[in-house]
């Protein structure tokens, strides 16, 4: 198949019988394998070819009440990071969520499911007894994992994530930002689940190539309350506050957006998103907490539940 096609075309799976699906996911719409998966069943669908989905656990919890939005806005924010309507942690397996999309969105793909043997929904990686493997370069440990549905916010922003070092979604650093100054406010307004570290880094690709930058590195401290999305949207608010003068938001070019436009719209699945941060404090944290909230899809996913 041609690289860089979403969807393989009848040519593609003419001498196709099977189809087997065996890739990893970290529980996050953004993470692009998902929609990999439903072009795959929309191709699958339409050709009448069988799929069969290896299932693998959810590294970060399939604990629903753990699931964070905001939803998407499929009129306009829909894109290859967010196809469909899911919130951005969307505590599913990757077999779950194909039974949903190939029931909800009639794609009528002949669809078998391998389920994974003994896994606990409420756990987490480090909780099954097996070596992490990276699922991709720019997630390098568990702690990136549960960190990303928010770092990777910074996307849209001229914040690094630490992509192309290190740290990769572990921390939040520019050439601009004083290390040790941002980890006091961090430590003293979002300490209840996280501890703030001070830390360096010179990227090597990506944000700031070749450039020392400063920012904090973030440790998660309870992973059963810690609400990644909520987290990643109030830094990226407090940093702005911080400094005005160095703070803008960035277009953030790939493969499927090369403009790089309303990169932030298409992670948040929120139109106009970038003005949710000049709603005074308060308003932004009222409607914070209205997009977040995720009790809707614990309803709409339950008949599709394998664990």
Same mark, same amino acid.
């Given at each position: 198949?041609?690289?860089?096609?979403?969807?393989?075309?009848?040519?593609?799976?003419?001498?196709?019988?099977?189809?087997?699906?065996?890739?990893?996911?970290?529980?996050?719409?953004?993470?692009?394998?998902?929609?990999?998966?439903?072009?795959?069943?929309?191709?699958?669908?339409?050709?009448?070819?069988?799929?069969? $989905?290896?299932?693998?656990?959810? +590294?970060? /919890? &399939?604990?629903? *009440?753990?699931?964070?939005?905001? %939803?998407?806005?499929?009129?306009?924010?829909?894109?290859?990071?967010?196809?469909?309507?899911?919130?951005?942690?969307?505590?599913?397996?990757?077999?779950?969520?194909?039974?949903?999309?190939?029931?909800?969105?009639?794609?009528?793909?002949?669809?078998?499911?391998?389920?994974?043997?003994?896994?606990?929904?409420?756990?987490?990686?480090?909780?099954?007894?097996?070596?992490?493997?990276?699922?991709?370069?720019?997630?390098?440990?568990?702690?990136?994992?549960?960190?990303?549905?928010?770092?990777?916010?910074?996307?849209?922003?001229?914040?690094?994530?630490?992509?192309?070092?290190?740290?990769?979604?572990?921390?939040?650093?520019?050439?601009?930002?004083?290390?040790?100054?941002?980890?006091?406010?961090?430590?003293?307004?979002?300490?209840?689940?996280?501890?703030? $570290?001070?830390?360096?880094?010179? +990227?090597? /690709? &990506?944000?700031? *190539?070749?450039?020392?930058?400063? %920012?904090?590195?973030?440790?998660?401290?309870?992973?059963?309350?810690?609400?990644?999305?909520?987290?990643?949207?109030?830094?990226?608010?407090?940093?702005?506050?911080?400094?005005?003068?160095?703070?803008?938001?960035?277009?953030?070019?790939?493969?499927?957006?090369?403009?790089?436009?309303?990169?932030?719209?298409?992670?948040?699945?929120?139109?106009?998103?970038?003005?949710?941060?000049?709603?005074?404090?308060?308003?932004?944290?009222?409607?914070?907490?209205?997009?977040?909230?995720?009790?809707?899809?614990?309803?709409?996913?339950?008949?599709?539940?394998?664990?």
């Amino acid at each position: 198949m041609h690289w860089g096609k979403q969807q393989p075309t009848a040519e593609d799976l003419a001498d196709i019988d099977l189809l087997l699906f065996d890739i990893p996911d970290i529980g996050c719409r953004f993470y692009t394998y998902l929609w990999t998966l439903t072009h795959v069943l929309e191709a699958c669908g339409k050709l009448r070819k069988k799929i069969i $989905v290896l299932d693998r656990p959810n +590294p970060i /919890s &399939g604990n629903l *009440t753990m699931a964070e939005g905001p %939803g998407l806005d499929e009129t306009n924010c829909s894109s290859f990071i967010g196809r469909w309507n899911i919130p951005v942690r969307h505590s599913c397996t990757l077999s779950e969520l194909a039974l949903y999309f190939n029931q909800s969105r009639q794609l009528q793909a002949p669809l078998d499911i391998i389920r994974c043997s003994g896994w606990d929904r409420n756990s987490f990686q480090p909780d099954w007894g097996i070596p992490f493997v990276a699922t991709s370069p720019a997630i390098q440990s568990f702690e990136a994992m549960v960190l990303y549905p928010g770092l990777a916010m910074l996307e849209a922003t001229n914040i690094s994530e630490g992509r192309g070092s290190a740290y990769s979604f572990l921390t939040a650093g520019a050439p601009w930002i004083q290390a040790e100054a941002l980890t006091a406010i961090v430590n003293q307004l979002l300490a209840e689940d996280l501890n703030a $570290v001070p830390v360096k880094f010179t +990227p090597q /690709s &990506g944000k700031f *190539t070749g450039q020392l930058c400063q %920012g904090i590195q973030l440790q998660v401290l309870d992973q059963l309350h810690y609400h990644p999305v909520m987290t990643g949207l109030l830094l990226i608010r407090l940093i702005r506050q911080v400094y005005p003068a160095q703070f803008a938001w960035k277009p953030y070019p790939t493969s499927v957006n090369p403009s790089g436009k309303q990169h932030l719209d298409k992670l948040t699945g929120i139109a106009h998103s970038e003005k949710l941060f000049e709603l005074p404090i308060q308003q932004f944290l009222s409607r914070l907490q209205q997009l977040t909230k995720a009790t809707e899809w614990q309803k709409t996913i339950q008949p599709y539940l394998l664990y």
